[in-house]
């Protein structure tokens, strides 16, 4: 599995003109794709990574992680993050696991976080969404797992 984390100061999702989730920061916005190897446990692992991964600067020069701050987390769906463009000038999605497979384990990293204590709202699987967001540092990683 692999996430595009970013640090907000808010973040939302739109379909068709209508907010399905939203967060107020500090915050996490999260895409996560899956592939076709991908199991449950890296699902839980990531849940338990993104929950916990000190990513929120502190006055005291500690760093803070979801779970020490309570911040939420904006959790979409993404196959593209598993796109190939190194051939060509289309990218191929070979590597992004279907629906049937995918859906599921997006589904499996949300359950797990709000099982941590975490507010996790969520983008519509297989919709065609609009996100916005305010990423604040600017701050991205990429976690894989």
């Not at 999702?13 to 996490?28: F, K, M, R, Y």
């Amino acid at each position: 599995m692999r996430a595009v984390v970013q640090r907000v100061a808010e973040a939302a999702v739109t379909v068709d003109g209508e907010c399905v989730g939203e967060i107020s920061g500090p915050g996490l916005c999260v895409l996560v794709g899956v592939t076709h190897q991908d199991t449950a446990a890296q699902a839980a692992q990531l849940a338990r990574k993104l929950w916990t991964v000190r990513l929120f600067a502190a006055a005291d020069g500690v760093e803070r992680s979801c779970s020490d701050l309570a911040a939420p987390l904006l959790v979409i769906s993404q196959f593209t993050l598993y796109g190939d463009a190194r051939k060509g000038r289309r990218p191929t999605w070979n590597a992004a696991a279907p629906g049937p497979v995918a859906e599921p384990l997006v589904d499996a990293v949300v359950a797990e976080l709000r099982a941590l204590g975490a507010e996790v709202a969520t983008g519509r699987f297989g919709a065609d969404m609009k996100v916005s967001l305010v990423n604040d540092g600017p701050f991205t990683v990429l976690l894989e797992v």
